[in-house]
């Protein structure tokens, strides 16, 4: 189970947190006029790296804040937690 | 039966007190501190069971977690519990345990005709026999399996027994008591560390308590006693015996399961069975030990063939001998430790040893004991059926390869050792790539992964004086880090024997014109010959090789059998082991009831019930209740002998009659604040917001990105920059975050805050033409005229000194009101309205009557919106702005949402007017086309309409807008009904909409 660093309330359990997919996606502005494949782009398709990924974890049974993991796919070591706002490094 | 093989004098048992415990019906003594496969060798029973494939007869090989054979079934308190290993399970008075995998007994067991079939029960076996026809599965090939397969029977029946769940946290968690666990643990405690010392069998001590060393000045058991005392008088320490850690997980969670009472004769009520302990450690010491190998030569399962430091161990715990004319058969000095201890109990070994000029401080000291010792000789074959009686031993050429005159010597007992294999499975478990030691032709840990050192023999280090050494030095070590103190104790010097090199022979070649059967996976009958023919079949991966002959797949996961298999084939492919590899070890370690994982999450305790205030007043009024996700939510209430047709059938009709309430507290409500508030709603919702006035309620449907419903419900504005949301039962949750989300990280320059307040207010939905006759009654001073409170108007009053707020928002069709009062006041209000209501004829409705009347005016819900549907699906097109934007609405443009044929809502009313169309029906046009039928879309709900007194449906069907009218078909495959139906408008009941506004 991961250990995961809540900016907000400090190292707590996986348990506490829902997965919230992909934090690199960005959505398009409101009322932008944009083609149905950058649309698609947003709401179908996800990279699925092995490795480094910066992810979003919603800490539910917590702060109820978003936040932003980097996290390695595959050996599930976390590298860094940032505040919804904050700039990633 | 007497304890004809137990010594007077030896071992740690308690001889004060004699304990009777069953095995497969005959009873048999012990002592208290046996296990069962002591307490049954020391009456002389070998014979506990018969091997998975072959039915041969099964002994005891092992003397803990690694035993492969002697699994039995426990008999508990009128419960089973299979998979218990005889050489872990304590005695406890009135005990019963019986074999597994015989019939119809142990002793004459039919499936052992497999023995004699076993040229049709080559390697992969089950692929090759059982794959034709695919219809003989089912009926003949399955069934036999099941029969012939299987260790023991689990329990049908409820499990009575506690388990529990503990999370702990440490600095340092140490798994294994032995000298590396004993010594890392008292030198990180002395230094300040939070420590658990873990230790899996009911003793303290591991090696140390057999083996005839010398730790500053006392003995091994005495040097366990002081450290494991002084251990437990230490507040940062934490010492558990009979506590496996099974799993190491990411992040430096482990998780350990601690047998409680499962050696207690009767659990007292609230003492658990098991407990499992969640443990995340800042620090790991894997001191978990090695198992030692077995040597494989023919017919090496017989019963009386065991591990050498198993009949050590018995001897020296359990005071019992494994045999009376023992056999030792070793490639290494640690065969000549069990030998000498036999000899000192004034029994006479013989070893066998397969190095053909050793010499060490153990071998001198079995000399000097007149021990007869054979030099370059090996064990041919064991020979018996049920226990050994000789064997066939032979001497063997240097290179290994050639047998001489192979001789018959009889003996009771052969104890093997093959030298020994670290328990690197923890490490392994953590992410350790693991190096081959070639030294010791084992596995040992690399560069750790997580936080974890293995220490001890575990790591491959098999002198005591090195092992204490190392593990003072760790224990300091990696306290210090943590604790930053400087604490050190001095280590104890150590006294031992010194030992030599062992020989890297282990499997004895087969003598010519010989077949015997050379065990290499006791448990899954894995032998030589199976992984000889995988390898001729041209299987080479070991991954694939393990699961075509199921090499280490049993319960015990290969822990005698996985090096010799690896030696094996890395012999046969002319390769080095490391260059075949292993398999992944994967958690657990050892198996895990089912029971301790669950824990205490059963029956009520799965999950948290939610009950709204009022639900001790439905209890009263005979409520039937029904799950509401976690909400229980009165479903109808019972009167005389009503069902629930004819009880909802009476609620819904009074709804439309005169007035009912309905408890509506489960809804979930969300406060939405701040000066963006209307801006947020306007893009969560797809109709308008921006100029919806204060007192105000509106009907919204919120979208997914992609385009599909994700709820509907009401929100109400309160004040300038406050707003009430509410959403359905099911959803509330997922809204929340949903809100959350867009907040927090697409649009935070909204000034927004929306926060839960479901639990805050109690809701009763008051419906039916006399409901406002009703409210001017509960609320004497307020103009609840249809101008003073119009539809989805929205006003605050008192209810008898109450604050009130009162929504006329409706989900009947019905002139309906919604009150919310403070949780609190939630009894009070309905009391109160029932109370005042009696005079209107009110009458409490149920979830099933609020299902009919929302689906006779064609109102969705869950089962319209199923996460499949867009707006237009279920007829809310209306309410989606072709001005504004908002979540999902660019979705709505792709072509198969645009397409002019989608399923769309529509009424279904059976043309016989009586038959009820089961929901899932299929809506087809031809009830008698081939198969399969192609369908028009489904029924998602059913009632009995109470306005028409006939069936009422909501259906799903493709272009719906252009099927009313018509006449098909409601196929149910799984009721076996075909009802010709018409297809009508969804709006059944008062399509104008007239009530809800009058
Ligand atoms: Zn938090």
């Not at chain 2, 010398?214 to 320490?237: D, F, H, R, Y």
């Amino acid at each position: 189970m991961l250990y995961i660093n809540c900016p907000h309330c400090g190292l707590r359990s996986q348990n506490e947190f829902a997965y919230g997919g992909d934090a690199t996606v960005k959505r398009p502005e409101l009322n932008k006029e944009i083609s149905d494949q950058e649309w698609d782009n947003f709401v179908y398709l996800r990279k699925s790296p092995r490795g480094k990924h910066l992810e979003l974890w919603h800490h539910i049974s917590g702060c109820r804040q978003w936040i932003k993991v980097e996290r390695d796919t595959s050996t599930h070591e976390i590298f860094k937690t940032y505040k919804a706002n904050e700039a990633i490094e | 039966m007497s304890q004809d093989f137990r010594l007077d004098n030896v071992g740690m048992v308690n001889r004060e007190k004699k304990i009777s415990f069953k095995f497969n019906g005959k009873k048999y003594f012990g002592f208290e501190g046996d296990t069962i496969a002591s307490a049954l060798i020391a009456n002389g029973v070998h014979l506990v069971g018969r091997s998975f494939k072959y039915h041969r007869p099964r002994g005891f090989f092992g003397v803990g977690v690694d035993e492969p054979y002697a699994i039995l079934q426990l008999d508990r308190n009128n419960e089973r519990d299979p998979n218990i290993r005889a050489t872990e399970q304590e005695i406890f008075e009135g005990l019963e345990v019986k074999s597994v995998n015989c019939w119809p007994s142990v002793n004459f067991d039919i499936g052992a005709i497999n023995n004699f079939l076993k040229m049709f029960f080559p390697a992969g076996f089950y692929y090759k026999t059982f794959m034709w026809p695919p219809s003989f599965w089912y009926k003949i090939y399955e069934p036999f399996i099941r029969m012939a397969a299987g260790f023991g029977e689990a329990s049908t029946k409820h499990d009575k027994e506690r388990y529990e769940h503990k999370y702990e946290y440490c600095d340092l968690l140490i798994t294994g008591s032995g000298p590396s666990g004993l010594a890392s643990a008292y030198a990180a405690a002395k230094n300040g560390a939070r420590v658990i010392l873990a230790e899996d069998k009911p003793r303290f001590g591991g090696s140390l308590l057999t083996s005839d060393v010398n730790i500053g000045n006392q003995t091994g058991v005495e040097w366990t006693e002081k450290i494991i005392a002084e251990l437990k008088s230490m507040p940062n320490v934490t010492v558990k015996n009979r506590s496996q850690v099974f799993g190491y997980y990411d992040h430096n969670m482990l998780v350990m399961s601690e047998r409680i009472s499962d050696h207690l004769p009767k659990t007292q009520k609230y003492l658990p069975k098991q407990r499992l302990w969640y443990i995340r450690a800042n620090e790991v010491l894997i001191s978990s030990g090695s198992i030692e190998r077995p040597l494989v030569f023919g017919n090496n399962d017989t019963p009386g063939v065991m591990l050498s430091s198993a009949a050590k161990e018995y001897l020296k715990v359990y005071g019992v001998l494994v045999g009376k004319k023992p056999l030792i058969f070793t490639n290494n000095d640690s065969g000549y430790e069990t030998a000498i201890e036999f000899k000192k109990n004034g029994v006479n070994p013989i070893i066998l040893d397969t190095r053909s000029n050793p010499s060490s401080d153990i071998i001198t000291e079995a000399k000097n004991l007149n021990i007869e010792i054979k030099f370059s000789y090996v064990v041919v074959a064991a020979k018996g059926y049920k226990k050994v009686k000789s064997a066939d031993i032979s001497k063997i050429s240097e290179d290994k390869k050639e047998l001489f005159n192979i001789e018959n010597i009889e003996c009771d007992c052969i104890c093997v050792s093959g030298f020994w294999t670290p328990s690197i499975h923890l490490a392994s478990q953590s992410g350790n790539k693991s190096k081959f030691n070639e030294k010791i032709d084992a596995f040992v840990p690399d560069k750790s992964k997580q936080q974890e050192n293995t220490i001890g023999s575990a790591n491959g280090i098999f002198t005591l004086e090195k092992t204490i050494k190392d593990a003072f030095d760790k224990g300091f070590d990696v306290s210090n880090k943590i604790t930053e103190k400087n604490n050190k104790v001095s280590v104890p010097t150590v006294v031992e024997k010194k030992s030599t090199d062992h020989d890297k022979f282990w499997c004895v070649p087969l003598p010519k014109g010989k077949s015997y059967k050379r065990f290499l996976d006791f448990q899954n009958d894995v032998a030589v010959s199976d992984i000889e023919l995988a390898l001729r079949e041209g299987f080479r991966s070991i991954e694939h090789v393990k699961r075509y002959t199921t090499l280490g797949m049993a319960t015990d996961q290969g822990k005698t059998s996985n090096l010799n298999g690896l030696q094996l084939v890395s012999d046969i492919e002319n390769k080095v082991v490391p260059q075949v590899g292993h398999t992944t070890f994967r958690p657990p370690y050892t198996p895990v009831s089912i029971g301790a994982i669950v824990g205490r999450e059963v029956g009520k305790h799965s999950k948290p019930t939610r009950k709204s205030p009022m639900h001790s007043w439905h209890e009263k009024n005979n409520a039937i209740f029904v799950d509401a996700g976690v909400w229980l939510r009165p479903r109808y209430y019972k009167q005389g002998n009503e069902g629930l047709f004819e009880a909802s059938k009476r609620e819904a009709k009074n709804v439309r009659q005169n007035v009912g309430v309905c408890d509506v507290t489960t809804l979930g409500k969300i406060d939405v604040k701040g000066p963006d508030a209307a801006e947020f709603l306007n893009r969560v919702y797809t109709n308008a917001w921006l100029k919806l006035p204060v007192g105000k309620a509106r009907y919204g449907v919120m979208l997914r990105e992609d385009g599909i419903v994700m709820d509907d419900g009401t929100t109400t504005r309160i004040s300038e920059n406050h707003y009430h949301m509410t959403t359905t039962t099911a959803q509330a949750a997922n809204v929340l975050s949903h809100l959350e989300y867009y907040l927090q990280l697409v649009w935070p320059e909204l000034n927004v805050n929306v926060v839960s307040t479901t639990e805050q207010w109690a809701g009763a939905a008051i419906a039916g033409p006399n409901s406002r006759k009703l409210l001017m009654k509960l609320f004497p001073n307020l103009d609840v005229s249809n101008e003073g409170l119009p539809f989805m108007g929205y006003k605050e009053a008192d209810l008898f000194g109450i604050p009130a707020k009162i929504y006329r928002i409706s989900f009947s069709g019905e002139l309906a009101y919604e009150i919310n009062v403070e949780s609190d006041n939630g009894y009070f209000m309905w009391e109160k309205i029932m109370e005042v209501g009696q005079e209107f004829q009110i009458q409490p409705y149920g979830t099933e009557a609020l299902s009919t009347l929302r689906i006779e005016m064609g109102h969705v819900a869950g089962s319209e919106l199923d996460g499949r549907t867009i707006p237009y699906d279920a007829s809310l097109e209306g309410l989606v702005s072709k001005k504004k934007d908002f979540i999902g609405k660019r979705s709505l443009n792709r072509s198969a949402f645009i397409s002019t044929d989608r399923e769309k809502l529509v009424g279904v009313v059976p043309i016989d007017k009586t038959t009820s169309i089961p929901e899932g029906s299929y809506i087809v046009k031809d009830p008698k086309a081939k198969l399969p039928n192609p369908k028009l879309g489904h029924v998602s709900a059913s009632c009995w309409s109470v306005e028409y007194d006939n069936p009422f449906s909501l259906a799903i069907i493709k272009d719906g807008k252009n099927m009313i009218g018509q006449k098909l078909f409601a196929m149910s495959p799984l009721k076996n009904k075909t009802i010709p139906v018409e297809i009508v408008s969804s709006h059944y009941v008062d399509p104008e909409g007239k009530r809800v506004r009058s």
